[in-house]
């Protein structure tokens, strides 16, 4: 059955880049003129999703306003005869059908994926966190296309991994397992946050997942983890005891927009590769690091 939903948790609160995210959410943060999470649900659609669930919650009403249409700028672009734009803000409201829920308490990212219990019924479905913009390298096709032909092959539950320093591992959920063909591995175990010493290894979920629905059955039977949150990934690692599951290392960078540091570097590389401004932000920044 093919992946046509997708669920975008976007409820936290952002606490890395206060006080930008005081009142607007992280999600809504721009990279060059789009927000972030624009990039995330454009994936979800250049995959083949047609429906999306937005996980959010108390100070996030940005994010529906945003994909609602917007009659009276629409009505201005059009008599003003800004037809490209037009066009463009059309896009946004059109291109999927986004749904959203509420989640009362911060409970943890499995708790987010909980809410969408109704939305996702008996239906596999794809899971991608709204701060974070996976780039492919080489390839027009995006990572959670990619990852759908792995689902579609091996008929299992499939999470992108991307390798990170053995110093960083306790930021992330860490995989273990085999590699059974070119950047794919048959998972065997799944850490959220571990030290250094107790990683199976140094690959870390990369903000991707394609979910058979049991993962909610899963997820209803996980305690409190790490942080004191419902950890999405203690319920896979239980799913795991029954299911399998692949890891998928894709080729592509990780935009994580959630820090400073990272947003930044997010708007050089992606202005970089944007067509209005590449030129121009290219002879900037060879200038101001000549002065550095
Ligand atoms: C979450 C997940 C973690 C994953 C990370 C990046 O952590 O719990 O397993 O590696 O996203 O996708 P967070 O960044 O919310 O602390």
């Given at each position: 059955?093919?992946?046509?939903?997708?669920?975008?948790?976007?409820?936290?609160?952002?606490?890395?880049?206060?006080?930008?995210?005081?009142?607007?959410?992280?999600?809504?943060?721009?990279?060059?003129?789009?927000?972030?999470?624009?990039?995330?649900?454009?994936?979800?659609?250049k995959s083949g999703i047609t429906d999306i669930l937005m996980v959010i919650?108390?100070?996030?009403?940005?994010?529906?306003?945003?994909?609602?249409?917007?009659?009276?700028?629409?009505?201005?672009?059009?008599?003003?005869?800004?037809?490209?734009?037009?066009?463009?803000?059309?896009?946004?409201?059109?291109?999927?059908?986004?749904?959203?829920?509420?989640?009362?308490?911060?409970?943890?990212?499995?708790?987010?994926?909980?809410?969408?219990?109704?939305?996702?019924?008996?239906?596999?479905?794809?899971?991608?966190?709204?701060?974070?913009?996976?780039?492919?390298?080489?390839?027009?096709?995006?990572?959670?296309?990619?990852?759908?032909?792995?689902?579609?092959?091996?008929?299992?539950?499939?999470?992108?991994?991307?390798?990170?320093?053995?110093?960083?591992?306790?930021?992330?959920?860490?995989?273990?397992?085999?590699?059974?063909?070119?950047?794919?591995?048959?998972?065997?175990?799944?850490?959220?946050?571990?030290?250094?010493?107790?990683?199976p290894s140094n690959l870390a979920v990369a903000a991707r997942y394609i979910?058979?629905?049991?993962?909610?059955?899963?997820?209803?039977?996980?305690?409190?983890?790490?942080?004191?949150?419902?950890?999405?990934?203690?319920?896979?690692?239980?799913?795991?005891?029954?299911?399998?599951?692949?890891?998928?290392?894709?080729?592509?960078?990780?935009?994580?927009?959630?820090?400073?540091?990272?947003?930044?570097?997010?708007?050089?590389?992606?202005?970089?590769?944007?067509?209005?401004?590449?030129?121009?932000?290219?002879?900037?920044?060879?200038n101001i690091a000549a002065e550095l």
């Amino acid at each position: 059955m093919p992946v046509t939903k997708a669920v975008i948790p976007a409820a936290g609160f952002g606490t890395r880049f206060l006080p930008a995210t005081k009142s607007v959410p992280k999600e809504m943060l721009p990279v060059v003129d789009t927000p972030t999470i624009q990039y995330v649900v454009e994936e979800c659609v250049k995959s083949g999703i047609t429906d999306i669930l937005m996980v959010i919650g108390r100070g996030k009403r940005a994010l529906e306003e945003h994909f609602y249409s917007s009659e009276e700028l629409e009505k201005r672009l059009g008599d003003s005869g800004q037809v490209t734009l037009l066009e463009n803000v059309r896009h946004i409201s059109e291109m999927a059908n986004i749904h959203f829920v509420w989640q009362k308490e911060l409970n943890g990212l499995g708790d987010a994926v909980s809410h969408g219990r109704t939305f996702i019924g008996n239906d596999p479905f794809a899971l991608l966190l709204g701060d974070t913009i996976l780039k492919p390298t080489d390839s027009t096709k995006p990572i959670l296309r990619q990852m759908m032909e792995v689902y579609e092959a091996k008929k299992s539950s499939v999470v992108a991994l991307e390798e990170v320093a053995r110093d960083k591992v306790s930021r992330y959920g860490i995989a273990g397992g085999n590699g059974i063909a070119d950047n794919i591995f048959a998972l065997d175990q799944l850490v959220e946050k571990p030290s250094p010493e107790e990683a199976p290894s140094n690959l870390a979920v990369a903000a991707r997942y394609i979910f058979q629905p049991e993962i909610l059955d899963y997820l209803s039977k996980t305690p409190r983890g790490k942080n004191n949150e419902i950890q999405l990934t203690d319920a896979m690692a239980e799913m795991l005891k029954d299911h399998g599951m692949y890891g998928f290392r894709f080729a592509g960078k990780r935009y994580d927009i959630g820090n400073k540091l990272d947003f930044i570097k997010t708007n050089i590389e992606l202005g970089l590769a944007h067509d209005d401004i590449s030129g121009e932000l290219a002879a900037y920044l060879k200038n101001i690091a000549a002065e550095l």
